[in-house]
């Protein structure tokens, strides 16, 4: 069935290093969507990139769409404490009749002070 | 606060036991949606509901059901519990049940002894 990869799982890296998670489809992706989930919080919008190639950024976070539009990428530049919690990727299929988003396994980010 | 509500908060109950979780979706959102997060798990997508009508169906055991009612609010019934059942249940939302973000409440955490 659809699945959408993410790696790594976890990533320790210290304060003001960057950090950038991958999500891997095995079927090409209409869209693509992040979300954040701090630890004790529930998922948090954060991006959904459509096009082909597309590239957004939210300050210092940077969301890619892969041009194939079956993978994406999110970087994060000079990590800070408050960038510390889960960050899932979720892609919806562009066709069959699934219509729900298929969430990726998270990449749990620790920064260290 | 993402404007969707869940109750309860917490809860706790014994194998065999059956329990009703209740979602309230955001104000002018038609669609809801049932996750189950274990602990360091995924987002494992349940089932969808669009203005009353079931959706979408993931990973939901024959044990599990859910509706939603003419006021947009939903309930997911799971009965026969066991131990495994124990998890969070997010209820997310969205505008409608295809290309929007979801926003996900707050949770319910159940535990199963």
């Known amino acids: 069935g659809q699945q959408v990869m993410q790696i790594p799982q976890y990533q320790h890296v210290q304060e003001g290093e960057d950090f950038t998670t991958y999500c891997n489809s095995s079927?090409?992706?209409?869209?693509i969507q992040w979300y954040k989930q701090r630890p004790g919080g529930h998922p948090v919008f954060l991006i959904q990139?459509?096009?082909?190639?597309e590239v957004k950024k939210q300050k210092r976070l940077t969301f890619q769409f892969g041009e194939a539009k079956k993978n994406s990428s999110l970087h994060i530049t000079a990590t800070q404490t408050t960038d510390v919690g889960t960050y899932f990727c979720?892609?919806?299929?562009?066709?069959?009749?699934?219509?729900?988003?298929?969430f990726g396994s998270g990449t749990q980010l620790t920064v260290l002070p | 606060d993402s404007g969707v509500t869940q109750t309860p908060k917490h809860l706790i109950t014994a194998t065999g036991q059956r329990v009703t979780l209740r979602c309230s979706p955001r104000?002018?959102?038609?669609?809801v949606y049932w996750y189950q997060q274990s602990l360091d798990q995924g987002l494992q997508f349940l089932i969808q509901?669009?203005?009353?009508?079931?959706?979408a169906k993931g990973n939901i055991l024959e044990r599990f059901s859910a509706q939603q009612f003419p006021d947009l609010h939903s309930e997911l019934n799971l009965s026969s519990l066991e131990l495994g059942d124990s998890a969070l249940y997010f209820c997310?939302?969205?505008?409608?049940?295809?290309?929007?973000?979801?926003?996900f409440g707050p949770g319910t955490r159940l535990t199963v002894t």
């Open positions: 997310a939302s969205s505008v409608d049940g295809t290309s929007y973000e979801q926003y």
């Open positions: 104000s002018g959102d038609l669609s």
């Open positions: 990139l459509v096009k082909s190639g």
């Open positions: 509901y669009y203005n009353g009508e079931e959706r």
């Open positions: 079927t090409t992706l209409s869209n």
């Open positions: 979720a892609g919806k299929i562009s066709s069959g009749s699934a219509r729900q988003l298929t």
